[in-house]
């Protein structure tokens, strides 16, 4: 696991990409330099009634300029009061934390394919980048898309939305057997109910797969137990068949939790 670093990072930009969903880029060198896809911040509240930080995946690291970009959900207070930051603000940050995806799975010669719905797609643009296999990206949106641009980039893109006003209409397995989706190995990110079914999918199809947890976390280190799912495994930890989301995660390889 990389070491992790407390940094003052001062905004660069923000933009509201979609209903909700905001993009921040934020001068913070040392976490750009070591950050691995599937790896994440915690971004604390300059208001100091709110102790606990809210966990933000890393969209995009760019160790050249010294920067991360974050594409978040405005879901409570907190993220509320990131989405007023403007350029110049001060967000103090502590990172890169989690493990992150394997990416040796997917060499040159093999083809990845790279599964994300709703707030778990931004992490897919880094992976994407990181890979030197094939790639094909399939996401899912209740409606509204955004990092459509990033994410066609790289290999081939398909998305589907429940509205089904574009793309598939439906879900990512949908999409998936819609457009004969074939791969050597699956990454995902998002909700549980999707990762489930991928993981049934994975299994079915003798696949390959990796899948990255969504949790509510507290301290963001593995100290607290707050974010712990079901493991084959006992955790050396708490002596019990779980495993921490925030550091032993948040990237596992599906048959070995329980989703």
């Not at 050396?236 to 989301?245: A, F, L, M, P, T």
Request: hydrophobic residues 40%.
């Amino acid at each position: 696991m990389a070491e992790k670093y407390m940094e003052n990072a001062r905004v660069i930009s923000q933009e509201q990409i979609a209903d909700g969903i905001y993009s921040i880029w934020l001068e913070a060198e040392q976490i750009a330099g070591s950050a691995a896809p599937g790896q994440f911040v915690s971004v604390y509240s300059r208001d100091k009634s709110r102790m606990l930080p809210r966990p933000i995946s890393i969209c995009e690291a760019d160790r050249d300029q010294g920067r991360i970009r974050l594409v978040y959900r405005v879901a409570g207070a907190g993220t509320a009061e990131f989405s007023r930051c403007d350029a110049g603000d001060v967000l103090e940050l502590l990172g890169p934390l989690g493990n992150g995806f394997p990416l040796e799975r997917c060499p040159a010669g093999k083809k990845a394919m790279l599964i994300g719905g709703g707030i778990g797609i931004p992490p897919l643009v880094q992976l994407a980048a990181g890979l030197e296999g094939d790639v094909l990206t399939v996401v899912g949106y209740r409606d509204e898309q955004f990092l459509t641009e990033e994410l066609s980039r790289r290999g081939s893109f398909f998305f589907a939305t429940e509205s089904g006003r574009a793309g598939t209409k439906g879900n990512v397995l949908d999409c998936i057997r819609e457009n004969g989706l074939k791969a050597d190995v699956i990454y995902a990110c998002g909700p549980a109910p999707m990762l489930r079914a991928l993981k049934a999918y994975a299994a079915e199809n003798k696949i390959e797969c990796w899948v990255s947890m969504e949790e509510r976390m507290a301290c963001g280190i593995g100290a607290c137990l707050a974010c712990v799912c079901r493991s084959k495994e006992i955790d050396g930890h708490s002596q019990v068949h779980n495993k921490r989301i925030c550091k032993d995660g948040p990237v596992f390889r599906a048959e070995e939790i329980e989703i």
